[in-house]
């Protein structure tokens, strides 16, 4: 009989290997799955023909009683003896094998039938109450029938499984189809997270289309307007926001000229500069005034011209000098040598409590000035340190480097609660390069600018702000900086750009 193996990663790939080696012809005996894949036995239907032809039932005559051993060595000479040369004689020796083995599986159930009759039986009984099986002659067997094959060809069902004198179903198969057209297509896929992104990205494009039009549009109209395109080429070189340029230009006086349209936007910025009133600086006002800022802003020196301007107008009894600062290195040295040279005491408060006691104790004075250390925009100890500060009388001032960057700023402001400062102190104005930024910043958080330090002079270099002469003075910058744009870069500042922050307009260059 030629019966090949065919094992492959698949059952498809397998029983097509079959169909390569027998044709159409090809009968599968039995599929399973190994370690090495999935294993098909198959053999041409020619070979089975034969064997279905020639093979006979082969009777079974009675049998006297005999031990498991006895079928046991006739179990063994016929799996020892050598292989049939026919049909026939293979069917037999299978036959004889079968029946031993109904032999073995019936004496040992009836074994294990008495061992479960004597652990039933009561403990008090002198012998075991049960019935010892009668060795008689086994009832006889039906006739072995030949074992038919069930023949499985390539798309059709099972006909018949072996068996079936044991009172087996037949085993039930799947059909074995063609690979159909629809196998090839993708299956149902449905929603995932890749849809709510495509979403998102959607919506950012749309907002970007939206915003690429307004842009074109305003540089269409700049174009037509050679003024406001001066205009907003002059804002930009003075460090102002292309933000706020735009907000400002949109309402310039269409029938203005160069000259109108110039002090018209000096003018608006001025107005929205908020200012404190020339009489109503912080020495004026009195109180306590706690300077807070970054690192490095100048905070002490600006408590030292504070202090000194009150000692100049009031006396060095009306004015009282606190420091928070433990962490600086000589922090508390510096302010008590100010003190020292304007004859008033400075003292050193650790923590909250010892704060209220100072303000108890100089509740008498006229000014009050805390000192306090200098943390960065994004130190989280800003919170400890505004909660310490919280007090009614208390009137924080933030302290902002005029030279800094406008998006620095920004995030200053926004780190110490624009929302809730008295006031902002302007220092080193003398060396901002461009005072555009700092002015754009107190404009668009709408906090009131209390003094300006120019220099580090004690009590010199103070001055009442003055928004008018700010202005002027950040418009008046010369425009001989590598960082300041042409007229043809106007419109890169004002096109879109993408997540990477490259412009979008780029590419038409």
């Known amino acids: 009989m030629n019966i090949q193996r065919f094992t492959a990663p698949t059952s498809r790939e397998a029983m097509a290997k079959a169909r390569n080696a027998f044709g159409d012809s090809a009968v599968i005996l039995s599929t399973r799955s190994t370690s090495e894949g999935f294993e098909v036995m198959a053999a041409a239907e020619e070979s089975l023909a034969s064997l279905a032809d020639s093979a006979s039932p082969v009777p079974t005559p009675s049998r006297p009683a005999a031990a498991p051993t006895a079928f046991a060595a006739r179990a063994k000479a016929a799996a020892t003896q050598a292989q ?179 002090r018209w936007l000096m003018d608006v910025i001025t107005r929205n500069l908020k200012v404190s009133a020339p009489a109503a600086g912080l020495c004026d006002e009195g109180g ?115 030279g800094s960057q406008g998006d620095t700023l920004d995030e200053v402001l926004t780190s110490f609660k624009a929302s809730s400062l008295h006031g902002v102190v302007l220092s080193k104005v003398d060396e901002a390069v461009k005072l555009g930024p700092a002015l754009d910043a107190l404009i668009r958080h709408q906090v009131t600018l209390r003094g300006v330090a120019n220099g580090q002079r004690v009590p010199e270099d103070w001055q009442n702000p003055d928004a008018s002469a700010l202005v002027r003075m950040s418009m008046g910058t010369s425009g001989k900086s590598a960082y300041d744009p042409v007229a043809t870069d106007m419109g890169f500042y004002f096109a879109p750009t993408d997540a990477r922050g490259v412009h979008l307009g780029a590419s038409h260059v």
């Open 84 to 262: 049939p040369e026919s049909v026939a004689g293979d069917t037999e020796a299978l036959a004889m094998s079968t029946l031993s083995f109904q032999e073995y599986v019936r004496e040992r159930m009836l074994r294990k039938r008495r061992e479960s009759m004597q652990e039933a039986a009561p403990a008090e009984a002198p012998e075991p109450q049960y019935r010892a099986p009668v060795q008689t002659a086994p009832t006889p067997m039906p006739a072995a029938e030949p074992i038919v094959v069930p023949v499985q060809r390539f798309n059709e069902p099972v006909r018949a499984a072996f068996g079936s004198h044991l009172g087996q179903q037949p085993i039930r198969t799947r059909d074995t189809a063609e690979p159909a057209w629809e196998d090839s297509q993708p299956s149902v896929r449905f929603a995932s997270k890749e849809d709510s992104r495509m979403a998102v990205e959607l919506t950012a494009l749309k907002d970007m289309i939206e915003e690429r039009f307004n842009t074109l549009a305003w540089l269409g109209s700049s174009k037509q307007n050679p003024i406001q395109s001066n205009l907003m080429l002059k804002l930009i070189r003075a460090g102002y926001s292309p933000a706020m340029a735009r907000a400002v230009l949109d309402r310039v006086p269409a029938d203005a000229g160069a000259p109108e349209a110039f």
């Open 288 to 402: 306590v005034v706690s300077l807070i800022g970054a690192t490095g802003v100048g905070k002490t020196t600006t408590a030292a011209k504070l202090a000194a301007q009150c000692v100049k107008q009031y006396g060095a009894a009306s004015v009282g000098m606190i420091t928070l600062d433990t962490y600086r290195v000589s922090g508390y040295e510096q302010l008590r040598a100010y003190g020292r040279m304007l004859g008033v005491v400075a003292h050193l408060a650790h923590d909250r409590a010892a704060l209220k006691d100072l303000l108890n104790l100089l509740s008498g004075k006229r000014l009050v000035i805390i000192d306090t250390a200098g943390l960065g925009q994004r130190d989280q100890r800003i919170q400890d340190m505004l909660d310490v500060l919280d007090m009614p009388k208390v009137k924080k001032t933030l302290v902002l480097n005029a």
